[in-house]
Antibody
């Protein structure tokens, strides 16, 4: 059974850095073809892909956000961490991690974590 | 960047109706398109991948078609559980989602 769980702060101030952790089970990020991605959704708005990390440590970032994003893995802990710098209130939303990879689709998702950026 | 445009943005329908949602890509994405269903407060659920392949466990009333730049998701007979928001997603070049189509009760 594959599960993913997001964790991190739920309230952050503008200009701060956000660090979100995705803990997963039921698969290994050292398996060829596997990846873990991050997708966010502002309240009442559409999904937005942010970043994806492959089993071979290849990293892909949304072009519009790549200067602010860092994705990294700890294979031994079954964790993927996303860092977003210089937060703004428009970064408020639910952040999801999901299993992806070479298949291209996100088959398994976490429940999401709502992050509010406000002073 | 590849942009995806869904139409309509909102669709009002009744139980039993045949429903079709369109997704247009800004450039050729071959068949690298997926469809997701999302209900309020929940994570998206994968329905269709590679434009027309049905994900395991998804009811057969859902179907997808298309290639290149134009794609459709069809629900052959709308059920009460199908009232939700639907998103298309391309994976030809990185990943992009459409803006969503809300299917509401007429």
């Amino acid at each position: 059974q594959i599960t993913l769980t997001e964790s991190g702060p739920t309230l952050v101030k503008p200009t701060q850095t956000l660090t979100l952790t995705c803990n997963f089970s039921g698969f290994s990020l050292s398996t060829s073809g596997v990846g873990v991605g991050w997708i966010r959704q502002p309240p009442g708005k559409a999904l937005e892909w942010l970043a994806l990390l492959f089993w071979d440590d290849d990293k892909r970032y949304s072009p519009s956000l790549k200067t602010r994003l860092t994705i990294a893995k700890d294979t031994s802990k079954n964790q993927v961490v996303l860092t977003i710098t210089n937060l703004d209130p428009v970064d408020t939303g639910t952040y999801y991690c999901a299993q992806g990879g070479l298949s291209g689709v996100f088959q398994y998702w976490g429940q999401g974590i709502l992050v509010t950026v406000s002073s | 960047d590849i942009q995806l445009t869904q139409s309509p943005s909102t669709l009002s329908a009744s139980v039993g109706d045949r429903v079709t949602i369109t997704c247009r890509a800004s450039q050729n994405i071959n068949i690298w398109l997926a469809w997701y269903q999302q209900k309020p407060g929940k994570a998206p659920k994968l329905l269709i991948y590679k434009a027309s392949s049905l994900e395991s466990g998804v009811p057969s009333r859902f179907s997808g078609s298309g290639s290149g730049t134009e794609f459709t998701l069809t629900i052959s007979s709308l059920q009460p559980d199908d009232f939700a928001t639907y998103y298309c997603q391309q994976y030809s070049d990185d990943w992009t989602f459409g803006q969503g189509t809300k299917v509401e009760i007429k």
